[in-house]
Nanobody, 125 residues
Framework: VQLQASGGGLVQAGGSLRLSCAASGRTLNNYVMGWFRQAPGKEREFAAA????????LYADSVKGRFSISRDNAKNTVYLQMNSLRPEDTADYYC???????????????????WGQGTQVTVSS
């Protein structure tokens, strides 16, 4: 599966962005999907994940209550709605696909076999 992330940009603190991750090559309902992010000089970290059906989600504590992950399997796309953005949310955001998961979702990036290119999010104070 090939993944293409988009929707990043520059936004003021308190603003919102919606990231999209479009899949091609295989249908998205074969994968648990996750969003990760990497800030300059820092390691990549988990942000959110969603099960194949969309029934289970998982969030990092740092984004819980502000970010929402969703998927539209008919459109082969996963979304990350980001509200109340903070300067510390500035990072490159990556979508990733886990072919082994089903209803369970995980933070561990090693489970995700396929990765898209990053989309840059910059939050100004």
């Amino acid at each position: 599966v090939q993944l293409q992330a988009s929707g990043g940009g520059l936004v003021q603190a308190g603003g919102s962005l919606r990231l999209s991750c479009a899949a091609s090559g295989r249908t998205l309902n074969n994968y648990v999907m996750g969003w990760f992010r990497q800030a300059p000089g820092k390691e990549r970290e988990f942000a959110a994940a969603i099960s194949r059906s969309g029934g289970n989600t998982l969030y990092a504590d740092s984004v819980k209550g502000r970010f929402s992950i969703s998927r539209d399997n008919a459109k082969n796309t996963v979304y990350l709605q980001m509200n109340s953005l903070r300067p510390e949310d500035t990072a490159d955001y990556y979508c990733a696909a886990d072919p082994t998961g089903w209803n369970s979702v995980y933070k561990d990036p090693s489970r995700y076999a396929y990765w898209g290119q990053g989309t840059q999010v910059t939050v100004s104070s």
